[in-house]
């Protein structure tokens, strides 16, 4: 996807891309790359490619959520800062938490939310569980972008999540983590409220945006120790 696709399938998403912008991720891509060589943040790394299945990719969270709105928002398990920093370059009202567990990617990120003169977004080397007791009820939006499977995430970011907020899940195909949820969504006090299925442009790679709602809090026990948290290739 070259830049100009990318623009026209931006637009159809609903955004009109501004020339800063697209410099903003310019220079994303080059600090992506830079810090690529150094600790092994992506096997993507051709510039078109990244443009549709990074920069594009993350942009399709707007199918489930109006992000124009003043709100909250966690990225859990964000690795190369996807969809994070590349909501936060576009939306620039959104005030954004990273967390990874990889100290060495969460220095890269903090370089480049620097880099970049973003404001309003912070970044920290934590698990989501452990960050979830420290902070309970705190955003409007919880995402992740192909992390783990829809259970774990769901027990460990419900927590952190406002009542009334969405956690949002951005994955590939998901009929399968679907079967039997809906008694793990009960237990937290959460509902399934939409899954969006969708394909990216050109190459018409399947996507799906897994739409959760909190219905009320989370019970005490939650969320539990979860051992490990893998970064998922879509």
């Not at 931006?10 to 310019?26: H, P, R």
């Not at 370089?111 to 934590?126: A, D, F, S, T």
């Not at 009960?186 to 399934?192: E, M, P, S």
Request: contains cysteine; charged residues 30%; glycine residues 6%.
């Amino acid at each position: 996807m070259d830049e100009n696709s990318f623009i026209e399938e931006v637009a159809k998403l609903g955004i009109d891309l501004q020339e800063e912008q697209l410099g903003t991720l310019d220079k994303f891509y080059k600090l992506l790359i830079k810090w690529n060589d150094k600790i092994n943040l992506t096997g993507i790394t051709d510039r078109e490619e990244v443009y549709l299945k990074h920069f594009y990719d993350s942009l399709t969270l707007v199918k489930a959520l109006d992000l124009t709105e003043e709100i909250s928002l966690c990225d859990v398990g964000t690795g190369a800062g996807f969809p994070g920093i590349v909501l936060k370059i576009i939306f620039p009202n959104l005030r954004i938490v990273l967390i990874d567990s990889l100290n060495k990617r969460v220095n890269y990120l903090k370089e480049v939310i620097k880099e970049l003169g973003l404001e309003n977004i912070k970044c920290y080397h934590m698990r989501m569980e452990d960050y979830a007791k420290l902070n309970e009820e705190k955003f409007d939006v919880i995402t992740a972008r192909a992390v783990s499977n829809i259970r774990v995430l769901a027990e460990i970011s419900a927590k952190s999540l406002k009542i009334g907020g969405k956690l949002v899940l951005m994955k590939g195909l998901v009929d399968e983590e679907l079967v039997d949820i809906d008694s793990c969504f009960k237990k937290l006090n959460l509902k399934l409220s939409n899954v969006l299925k969708f394909t990216l442009p050109k190459e018409n790679s399947n996507r799906s945006l897994v739409v959760i709602e909190k219905i009320g809090k989370t019970p005490v026990n939650f969320p539990r120790p979860i051992d490990k948290i893998k970064k998922k290739p879509l």
